[in-house]
């Protein structure tokens, strides 16, 4: 299937900034440990070391050497720091004053019946559209009922990622509307739009369990992060690790419900559905605003 969409505009600063951020995150995450500097990366990227921390500051609202510190494993220590706190205990002690209200906060959800999960997408309808993210091409798709899926692209037809996200719902009947999915990207993507008094629709399609781990994946908030045995826990079920770390890899909204905040028991950023450069980049992005 052919999904090829035109971008006619971008809702970040800078259209093509991810492909450059993407590539500086790429060496950051292989080269860490010796500290790489400004000049290096820059001399690398063929770029010039002031064009290069203008792109990515716009960009992360981080220098690429705040970033570097960012992603390293000392930093996910620290986000883990305070995981002896329920996740809801946290998210109301750290999350919901200044800059870390966000929009996961400001998410109402509901979740599907376990019949109509079993269906498999049998008598839904399916809107999606492909549009410019911070992350790359990001691929919305709606219900009637709010968001149920955001899926990444590295190509810009998108062709991979649809067809991830449509073999979720086999059933379901599939209509590229644009239009219609414009508005949610821009409510995602712009922290300008996350309002409370304004709450993004969201639909959760899975099974009871993974729905509950999904749940407790958006009391995380901002700047912060949770290993998969604290979810477990926090579930009250602390011998279901594996089994958290499978619902957290199976959900269908990346980004909004922030399975990028789940870590390993040592800080390790383990696997990610889209990519561990792009969960780098979420974290560095969100830690420019926390």
């Known amino acids: 299937m052919n999904i090829a969409a035109t971008l006619q505009s971008d809702i970040t600063p800078g259209g093509d900034d991810y492909e450059t951020v993407r590539r500086v995150i790429e060496m950051i995450s292989e080269d860490y440990r010796a500290q790489p500097g400004l000049d290096d990366i820059a001399r690398r990227l063929g770029q ?81 559209g492909l549009h410019p993210s911070p992350f790359g091409h990001a691929l919305v798709m709606i219900t009637e009922r709010g968001l149920a899926g955001l899926a990444f692209a590295d190509a810009p037809d998108g062709d991979d990622a649809f067809a991830d996200m449509a073999r979720r719902w086999p059933n379901a009947a599939y209509v590229e509307d644009r239009e219609a999915t414009a508005a949610y990207a821009r409510r995602i993507f712009d922290p300008g739009r996350w309002r409370a008094e ?55 909204i990346s980004f909004v419900v922030p399975c990028h905040r789940a870590l390993g028991k040592s800080g390790a950023l383990t696997g990610y559905h889209w990519g561990l450069t792009r969960k780098r980049a979420m974290l560095g992005w969100e830690a420019g605003r926390a």
């Open 48 to 128: 010039s070391p002031t064009q290069l921390q203008k792109t990515f500051t716009r960009w992360a609202g981080l220098s690429p050497k705040a970033f570097l510190q960012a992603v390293t494993l000392d930093h996910a220590k620290r986000l883990l720091r305070q995981e002896a706190l329920p996740l809801l205990e946290t998210s109301l002690e750290v999350g919901l004053s200044g800059p870390g209200r966000l929009h996961d906060l400001f998410v109402t959800h509901e979740a599907m019946s376990p019949g109509e999960w079993k269906a498999r997408g049998a008598g839904l309808t399916m809107r999606w």
């Open 198 to 252: 304004e709450p993004l629709r969201v639909v959760l399609i899975g099974s009871d369990f993974q729905v509950r781990v999904w749940r407790a994946l958006l009391r995380i908030p901002l700047g912060r992060a949770v290993t998969y045995s604290s979810i477990a826990e926090d579930l009250g079920q602390p011998t279901a690790s594996r089994a958290v770390g499978a619902a957290v890899g199976r959900n269908p």
